[in-house]
Nanobody, 128 residues
Framework: QVQLVESGGGLVQAGGSLRLSCPVS????????MGWFRQAPGKERDFVAAINRSGASTYYADSVKGRFTISRDNAKNTVYLQMNSLKPEDTAVYYC?????????????????????WGQGTQVTVSS
């Protein structure tokens, strides 16, 4: 059974930074394409970033491009989300997700329904 456990969330002032981590346990991380999603109160879960198995290709929501960076360390079975220049609108619960399939279209990376496994989420709160 695959387990994803996010960590690194917290309270930060606008303009600050946080780094989220998501270790993959149960199977080798290279089995999965990894993604980060977020959900604010009363809103749907939105795509944030994704990374392919090798780490060579990354994908970002327009709202975070240039501020967030997704990366993975396959030797440590862990995926990261470095978040810089945080804004109050980034406040949400952030979820790590893993997908087993092959993305014949890059659009798959952006679709929460394509991901098979999810973590429990970590709260990120950005104060103004």
């Amino acid at each position: 059974q695959v387990q994803l456990v996010e960590s690194g969330g917290g309270l930060v002032q606008a303009g600050g930074s946080l780094r989220l981590s998501c270790p993959v346990s149960g199977r080798t991380a290279t089995t999965y394409i990894m993604g980060w999603f977020r959900q604010a109160p009363g809103k749907e879960r939105d795509f944030v970033a994704a990374i392919n198995r090798s780490g060579a290709s990354t994908y970002y929501a327009d709202s975070v491009k240039g501020r967030f960076t997704i990366s993975r360390d396959n030797a440590k079975n862990t995926v990261y989300l470095q978040m810089n220049s945080l804004k109050p609108e980034d406040t949400a619960v952030y979820y790590c997700a893993a997908a087993e399939g092959n993305p014949y279209s890059s659009s798959r990376y952006y679709q929460s329904s394509w991901y098979n496994y999810w973590g429990q989420g970590t709260q990120v709160t950005v104060s103004s």
